[in-house]
């Protein structure tokens, strides 16, 4: 089986980081996996994007322009920019503190999060990218919490950063409530 | 264990575990993430990092490095790489070991940060001045790239020549699972370094100057014996292509695994294709073409360029198939279904249609223009 994922927003949400934690997840489960940036003349604030593939089979090109399996979209442009890309049957995470358009399509799976709403409560903005997972765990088997909780130790090793496992956690936590 | 790694940090690593203890570099996209590594790593791991004023003053410290006889490496992306020609140069006319890093992007000129395949002919046939050359790896995949760092660095020792990393912006940005292993290290002796140890040995002097012909043109002829060694020895070439398979698809690095899509979707359809993935760019695995299946009508060369391997192929093939030429510049990466088109294409068959990003026109080659096939 192969998923093919797009994480898009505005550089600062996290969106890269985001696809690399699944990444970095699917390859500890033993899966083939590819991450590529858009890199480009990227900034605070500007759009930013990454394709990640995950499968069982050797993965040939590593960009997703089409044929979208997962669209994890963080704002509104994103949104606007990939949506007509996700296969029919695809999965659709919206967050929708700052997405706020209604989703035009009703042959694809869309799961709206209130993730920078969420991660406001929790106590940082910085990890509504976390609440996000919320949507993979609610809607996908590829990871479990623990998976996450794994990878956020080998992320997370020094003293001071330690710390910041639980807010992490407790993001993605209050989005499963919601 | 795996770790998850960019191909621009595999490399870097690779290097300081192969026992680089030397790295100079200047800043350019989309190679910074090497520098900014090195910057950091090389110290702790007993080396030397120096962000040199310029890409020419880099070239020209790992001229030295390489002299004291370190195991040393510079890195660059293509107008970079410009610059570093004539040091290069220099390196080939005094014999020194080297791993010279490109992680190129699109041209000429400034060009654009996006990848890039245009900068086969400045790799493989030299940009700097007189009868040279390097011997030119092009990784396909992360780990690949870990690799070939230590093979590149052995390679260099054992023929006492620069040697090249060609890769593309999309392979050194993009991160995939890499097994770390630390490769053995090939120890060569080095009496020809000028290390400081004069009273105990005749003294040793390097240059790549010699004002007298037949000692200049011993030194050429003694140097291209080195090269057909190479050539004989060192070849490295993937090679899908099977009985049956109508269409020879050649491609090398990163693009060659869009190739690798297309391959599959024709599948689909009963048209059978395969690949022949260039490892070496110099030497160039031109024999291959000599032994394919019969089944084999057409070769397509796909580059991210206007066309420069497609010299190499046509070469090799010497008229015994007709070469088909697909590329894209600028920055712009083909899609499995272009490819996948071109082979339709090339077969008579109807093509499909693109719903591409980019509506611009292709870059194919009028193939009259350049010679044909």
Not at chain 1, 139 to 158: A, E, H, M, P
Not at chain 2, 105 to 124: H, K
Request: glycine share 10%.
């Amino acid at each position: 089986m192969t998923s093919r994922m797009i994480f898009s927003g505005f550089g600062g949400q996290g969106v890269l980081v985001l696809g690399e934690i699944v990444a970095t997840i699917a390859m500890n489960k033993g899966k083939k996996v590819t991450w590529m940036p858009s890199y480009g003349p990227e900034m605070r604030g500007g759009t930013a994007n990454c394709s990640v593939i995950v499968s069982d089979k050797v993965i040939g090109s590593p960009i997703v322009q089409a044929d979208i399996d997962i669209l994890c979209a963080m704002n509104g442009a994103s949104v606007d920019k990939f949506l007509p890309k996700v296969k029919p049957g695809g999965l659709v995470l919206v967050n929708s503190s700052i997405a706020t358009k209604k989703i035009q399509r009703n042959d694809v799976d869309v799961v709206e999060i209130d993730a920078t709403n969420i991660a406001g409560k929790v106590g940082s903005l910085r990890v509504a990218n976390m609440v996000m997972l919320a949507g993979f765990l609610k809607k996908t088997d590829l990871f479990t919490l623990d998976d996450i909780t794994d990878v956020l130790k080998q992320r997370f090793k020094g003293a001071r950063s330690q710390d910041l496992i639980p807010l992490n956690i407790k993001a993605i936590e209050y989005g499963m409530e919601e | 264990m795996k770790v998850l790694m960019k191909g621009n940090i595999a490399l870097s690593e690779a290097a300081i575990q192969a026992g680089c203890t030397a790295f100079f570099g200047y800043p350019i996209t989309p190679q910074n993430e090497i520098p900014e590594y090195m910057s950091a790593k090389m110290e702790p791991a007993g080396g030397v990092f120096i962000q040199a004023e310029s890409e020419v003053g880099a070239i020209n410290m790992v001229y030295g490095a390489a002299a004291a006889g370190a195991r040393t490496m510079t890195t660059s992306s293509s107008p970079g790489m410009a610059l570093k020609q004539e040091g290069i140069s220099y390196l080939c006319g005094a014999n020194l070991p080297c791993v010279i890093v490109n992680v190129a992007r699109c041209g000429p000129g400034l060009g654009g940060i996006l990848p890039g395949q245009s900068d086969y002919f400045q790799a493989t046939r030299g940009g700097g001045n007189g009868d040279y050359y390097t011997p030119v790896y092009a990784p396909s995949t992360v780990q690949e790239c870990w690799d070939l760092v230590f093979h590149s660095f052995d390679i260099a020792d054992k023929y006492r020549t620069p040697v090249m990393i060609l890769l593309d912006g999309m392979l050194g940005q993009m991160m995939e699972p890499v097994e770390t292993k630390v490769h053995p290290r090939l120890n060569v002796d080095k009496p020809w370094a000028t290390n400081g140890n004069a009273a105990s040995r005749p003294r040793n002097a390097i240059t790549s100057l010699s004002l007298f012909g037949e000692v200049l043109e011993a030194m050429n002829l003694e140097r291209f014996k080195v090269y057909e060694e190479i050539a004989k020895k060192e070849v490295m070439v993937e090679n899908t292509v099977k009985d049956g398979d109508t269409v020879a698809i050649v491609a090398y690095g990163a693009p060659s695994r869009i190739v690798v899509n297309a391959i599959d979707e024709l599948k689909e359809e009963g048209i059978n294709a395969g690949l022949i993935r260039p490892i070496t760019l110099w030497p160039y695995p031109g024999d291959i073409f000599l032994n394919l299946p019969s089944s084999v009508n057409h070769i397509l060369v796909a580059e991210l360029s206007m066309g420069q391997m497609v010299e190499d192929v046509r070469l090799a093939v010497n008229g015994k198939y007709p070469v088909h030429f697909y590329g894209r510049t600028g920055g712009v990466v083909f899609e499995p279904i272009e490819i996948a088109n071109k082979v339709r294409e090339i077969l008579g068959k109807p093509t499909k249609e693109i719903e591409s990003k980019i509506e611009s026109k292709t870059a194919t080659q009028d193939e009259n223009l350049r010679g044909g096939i």
